[in-house]
């Protein structure tokens, strides 16, 4: 199994990012996935999740109006559009089956005041 996360990089306040993940070794549509991420200092925190089953989708309050979640279930690719970020939202991003397996590489936002 595999999940590897892509897209981050600097942007200033209230620009916007879009992050992928994608996925391999399991039946995409079976499984939820979701966006966690983890800010210096801080514990990880879940962000945002899927389910390609159902197509429903969550996410944490501090996102919520300005992250969107999308699934491509051709490509085994999960979406993370975020827009109005904030410094806040400096952190590096894992995405994960949920429940999480083991963490692969994130990818690192960072947002400038």
């Known amino acids: 199994v595999q999940l590897q996360a892509s897209g981050g990089g600097l942007v200033q306040a209230g620009g916007s990012l879009r992050l992928s993940c994608a996925a391999s070794?399991?039946?995409?549509?079976?499984?939820?996935v979701g966006w966690f991420r983890q800010a210096p200092g801080k514990d990880s925190e879940g962000v945002s999740c899927?389910?390609?089953?159902?197509?429903?989708?969550y996410y944490a309050d501090s996102v919520k109006g300005r992250f969107t979640i999308s699934s491509d279930n051709a490509k085994n690719t999960v979406y993370l559009q975020m827009n109005s970020l904030k410094p806040e939202d400096t952190a590096v991003y894992y995405c994960?089956?949920?429940?999480?397996?083991?963490w692969g590489q994130g990818t690192l936002v960072t947002v400038s005041s």
């Open positions: 994960n089956q949920v429940p999480p397996l083991d």
């Open positions: 070794g399991f039946t995409f549509e079976d499984y939820a």
């Open positions: 899927v389910s390609n089953t159902f197509g429903e989708t």
